[in-house]
Protein backbone atom coordinates (compact mmCIF):
# COMPACT_ATOMS: atom_id res chain seq x y z
CA UNK A 1 0.00 0.00 0.00
CA UNK A 2 1.22 3.34 -0.82
CA UNK A 3 2.68 5.49 2.31
CA UNK A 4 0.52 8.42 1.76
CA UNK A 5 -2.61 5.92 1.04
CA UNK A 6 -1.79 4.26 4.87
CA UNK A 7 -1.41 7.44 6.54
CA UNK A 8 -5.04 8.76 5.40
CA UNK A 9 -6.80 5.83 6.93
CA UNK A 10 -4.24 5.83 10.25
CA UNK A 11 -4.77 9.48 10.70
CA UNK A 12 -8.38 9.34 10.06
CA UNK A 13 -9.10 6.02 11.84
CA UNK A 14 -7.27 6.81 14.97
CA UNK A 15 -8.93 10.77 15.20
CA UNK A 16 -11.98 9.13 14.82
CA UNK A 17 -11.75 6.64 17.59
CA UNK A 18 -10.15 9.27 20.13
CA UNK A 19 -13.01 11.59 19.21
CA UNK A 20 -16.08 9.25 19.23
CA UNK A 21 -15.72 8.81 22.76
CA UNK A 22 -17.06 11.71 25.20
CA UNK A 23 -14.42 12.79 27.17
CA UNK A 24 -11.98 10.97 25.94
CA UNK A 25 -9.15 13.14 24.78
CA UNK A 26 -6.84 11.02 23.68
CA UNK A 27 -4.05 13.07 22.00
CA UNK A 28 -4.55 11.90 18.04
CA UNK A 29 -2.74 14.62 16.87
CA UNK A 30 0.62 13.53 17.93
CA UNK A 31 -0.14 10.02 16.62
CA UNK A 32 -0.86 12.15 13.51
CA UNK A 33 2.37 13.97 13.84
CA UNK A 34 4.13 10.39 14.10
CA UNK A 35 2.78 9.11 11.13
CA UNK A 36 3.77 12.17 9.86
CA UNK A 37 7.49 12.22 10.23
CA UNK A 38 7.54 8.70 9.25
CA UNK A 39 6.34 9.35 5.74
CA UNK A 40 8.03 12.31 5.66
CA UNK A 41 7.13 16.69 6.90
CA UNK A 42 6.68 18.21 3.32
CA UNK A 43 4.02 20.66 3.14
CA UNK A 44 1.82 18.48 1.29
CA UNK A 45 1.89 15.60 3.58
CA UNK A 46 1.68 18.30 6.09
CA UNK A 47 -1.64 19.32 4.86
CA UNK A 48 -3.50 16.16 4.35
CA UNK A 49 -2.83 14.92 7.67
CA UNK A 50 -4.19 18.59 9.26
CA UNK A 51 -7.13 18.19 6.69
CA UNK A 52 -7.92 14.22 7.29
CA UNK A 53 -7.22 14.38 11.14
CA UNK A 54 -10.02 17.10 10.91
CA UNK A 55 -12.26 15.57 9.26
CA UNK A 56 -12.31 12.31 11.10
CA UNK A 57 -12.74 14.20 14.38
CA UNK A 58 -15.56 16.28 13.19
CA UNK A 59 -17.23 12.81 11.87
CA UNK A 60 -16.59 11.51 15.37
CA UNK A 61 -18.79 14.60 17.09
CA UNK A 62 -21.71 13.66 14.55
CA UNK A 63 -21.62 10.39 16.08
CA UNK A 64 -21.33 12.18 19.64
CA UNK A 65 -24.89 13.90 18.51
CA UNK A 66 -26.58 11.50 17.34
CA UNK A 67 -25.68 9.03 20.63
CA UNK A 68 -27.41 12.52 22.14
CA UNK A 69 -30.37 12.02 19.77
CA UNK A 70 -31.12 8.42 20.75
CA UNK A 71 -30.83 9.07 24.34
CA UNK A 72 -32.58 12.61 25.05
CA UNK A 73 -34.99 11.12 27.19
CA UNK A 74 -32.30 9.88 29.76
CA UNK A 75 -29.92 13.06 29.36
CA UNK A 76 -32.49 16.09 28.52
CA UNK A 77 -33.45 16.53 32.36
CA UNK A 78 -29.53 17.07 33.12
CA UNK A 79 -29.68 21.09 33.17
CA UNK A 80 -26.60 21.83 31.15
CA UNK A 81 -28.23 20.06 27.92
CA UNK A 82 -31.16 21.99 28.71
CA UNK A 83 -28.97 25.08 28.92
CA UNK A 84 -27.24 24.27 25.52
CA UNK A 85 -30.88 23.03 24.33
CA UNK A 86 -32.26 26.50 24.94
CA UNK A 87 -28.92 28.61 23.46
CA UNK A 88 -28.89 26.26 20.31
CA UNK A 89 -30.53 28.15 17.83
CA UNK A 90 -28.51 31.68 18.36
CA UNK A 91 -25.81 32.91 17.00
CA UNK A 92 -23.72 33.06 19.93
CA UNK A 93 -23.89 29.18 20.30
CA UNK A 94 -21.91 28.84 17.25
CA UNK A 95 -19.16 30.99 18.23
CA UNK A 96 -19.07 29.26 21.55
CA UNK A 97 -19.04 26.12 19.74
CA UNK A 98 -15.90 27.14 17.12
CA UNK A 99 -13.82 28.25 20.50
CA UNK A 100 -14.77 25.16 21.87
CA UNK A 101 -13.76 22.95 18.91
CA UNK A 102 -10.89 25.21 18.63
CA UNK A 103 -9.18 24.79 22.25
CA UNK A 104 -6.89 22.41 22.83
CA UNK A 105 -6.88 19.75 26.24
CA UNK A 106 -10.90 20.40 27.28
CA UNK A 107 -13.18 18.67 25.66
CA UNK A 108 -16.14 21.45 26.02
CA UNK A 109 -16.92 20.66 22.60
CA UNK A 110 -18.22 16.89 23.13
CA UNK A 111 -20.36 18.81 25.88
CA UNK A 112 -22.09 21.53 23.41
CA UNK A 113 -22.88 18.29 20.90
CA UNK A 114 -24.32 16.46 23.70
CA UNK A 115 -26.55 19.00 24.64
CA UNK A 116 -27.04 20.12 21.25
CA UNK A 117 -28.26 16.46 19.91
CA UNK A 118 -30.11 16.30 22.97
CA UNK A 119 -31.95 19.27 21.69
CA UNK A 120 -32.38 18.29 18.13
CA UNK A 121 -30.00 21.41 16.94
CA UNK A 122 -28.55 21.35 13.20
CA UNK A 123 -25.82 19.31 13.33
CA UNK A 124 -25.06 20.54 9.31
CA UNK A 125 -24.29 23.59 10.64
CA UNK A 126 -22.72 22.36 13.65
CA UNK A 127 -20.80 20.34 11.54
CA UNK A 128 -19.24 23.06 9.35
CA UNK A 129 -18.15 25.37 12.01
CA UNK A 130 -16.44 22.52 13.97
CA UNK A 131 -14.36 21.03 10.86
CA UNK A 132 -12.87 24.75 10.17
CA UNK A 133 -11.95 24.78 14.01
CA UNK A 134 -10.64 21.31 13.49
CA UNK A 135 -8.72 22.30 10.73
CA UNK A 136 -6.91 25.53 12.65
CA UNK A 137 -6.76 23.22 15.70
CA UNK A 138 -4.81 20.41 13.82
CA UNK A 139 -2.32 22.49 11.72
CA UNK A 140 -1.30 24.54 14.95
CA UNK A 141 -0.65 21.30 16.93
CA UNK A 142 0.62 19.29 14.52
CA UNK A 143 2.78 22.17 13.74
CA UNK A 144 4.28 23.00 17.27
CA UNK A 145 4.30 18.81 17.81
CA UNK A 146 6.94 18.71 14.82
CA UNK A 147 8.89 21.55 16.29
CA UNK A 148 9.35 21.55 19.95
CA UNK A 149 7.81 18.74 21.18
CA UNK A 150 9.93 16.39 18.81
CA UNK A 151 13.29 18.12 20.61
CA UNK A 152 11.44 17.69 24.83
CA UNK A 153 10.78 14.04 23.91
CA UNK A 154 14.43 13.12 22.75
CA UNK A 155 15.72 15.23 25.48
CA UNK A 156 13.27 13.55 27.85
CA UNK A 157 12.83 10.13 26.89
CA UNK A 158 9.12 10.17 26.72
CA UNK A 159 7.49 8.07 23.70
CA UNK A 160 4.50 9.82 22.02
CA UNK A 161 2.12 6.46 23.39
CA UNK A 162 3.04 7.24 27.31
CA UNK A 163 1.85 10.99 26.76
CA UNK A 164 -0.96 9.79 25.06
CA UNK A 165 -1.90 7.84 27.58
CA UNK A 166 -1.58 10.19 30.40
CA UNK A 167 -3.90 12.37 28.57
CA UNK A 168 -6.66 10.08 27.94
CA UNK A 169 -6.80 9.77 31.87
CA UNK A 170 -6.39 13.14 32.41
CA UNK A 171 -9.14 14.29 29.93
CA UNK A 172 -11.89 11.86 30.53
CA UNK A 173 -11.30 12.75 34.80
CA UNK A 174 -11.95 16.40 34.13
CA UNK A 175 -14.42 15.78 31.46
CA UNK A 176 -16.86 14.30 33.81
CA UNK A 177 -16.09 17.09 36.55
CA UNK A 178 -17.19 19.38 34.42
CA UNK A 179 -20.12 17.65 33.44
CA UNK A 180 -21.34 16.99 36.73
CA UNK A 181 -21.35 21.08 36.97
CA UNK A 182 -24.45 23.45 37.07
CA UNK A 183 -23.25 25.93 34.41
CA UNK A 184 -25.80 28.11 35.04
CA UNK A 185 -25.56 27.95 38.79
CA UNK A 186 -22.25 28.80 38.26
CA UNK A 187 -22.63 31.22 35.07
CA UNK A 188 -25.12 33.29 37.68
CA UNK A 189 -22.68 33.29 40.80
CA UNK A 190 -19.81 34.52 38.61
CA UNK A 191 -22.06 37.25 37.14
CA UNK A 192 -23.66 38.57 40.48
CA UNK A 193 -20.56 38.65 42.54
CA UNK A 194 -18.95 40.47 39.41
CA UNK A 195 -21.52 43.32 39.46
CA UNK A 196 -23.28 43.43 42.88
CA UNK A 197 -26.00 45.04 43.81
CA UNK A 198 -26.36 48.52 42.30
CA UNK A 199 -28.63 50.69 44.11
CA UNK A 200 -32.37 51.27 42.64
CA UNK A 201 -31.84 54.82 42.58
CA UNK A 202 -35.55 55.63 41.53
CA UNK A 203 -36.31 53.22 44.60
CA UNK A 204 -33.94 55.37 46.69
CA UNK A 205 -35.90 58.68 45.81
CA UNK A 206 -39.26 57.57 46.04
CA UNK A 207 -38.11 56.88 49.60
CA UNK A 208 -36.91 59.95 50.22
CA UNK A 209 -39.61 61.28 49.23
CA UNK A 210 -41.98 59.47 51.65
CA UNK A 211 -39.54 60.49 54.79
CA UNK A 212 -40.11 64.36 53.93
CA UNK A 213 -43.90 64.22 53.84
CA UNK A 214 -44.51 62.03 56.86
CA UNK A 215 -42.09 64.33 58.32
CA UNK A 216 -43.83 67.74 57.22
CA UNK A 217 -47.28 66.06 58.16
CA UNK A 218 -45.62 65.39 61.97
CA UNK A 219 -44.42 69.38 61.70
CA UNK A 220 -47.61 71.01 60.80
CA UNK A 221 -49.51 73.08 63.16
CA UNK A 222 -53.18 71.77 63.81
CA UNK A 223 -56.06 73.76 62.61
CA UNK A 224 -53.26 74.25 58.88
CA UNK A 225 -54.90 73.24 56.37
CA UNK A 226 -53.07 70.06 54.59
CA UNK A 227 -53.11 69.38 50.73
CA UNK A 228 -56.63 68.05 49.94
CA UNK A 229 -58.49 69.00 53.21
CA UNK A 230 -60.78 72.00 53.92
CA UNK A 231 -59.79 73.86 56.84
CA UNK A 232 -62.92 73.54 59.47
CA UNK A 233 -64.55 77.26 60.83
Request: charged share 15%; hydrophobic share 50%; aromatic share 10%.
Amino acid sequence: MDPLVWTILFVLIVSFLSNVSPFFGASYTLLATLQLTLIGPSPFNFLVVVVVSAVGATLAKTVIYFGAFELKGIIGKNKNVQLIGRNSTKRKFYVALFVAALLPVLPLDDFMYIGAGASAASIGLMASVTLLAKILKSGFEIAIELTILKGLFSTFGFSRLDVTIVLIAVFLVIGILIYQVDWEKTYRKIRSRGKGAPPNASSALGSERSVIVSGLGRLSPAGVAQPGQRREA
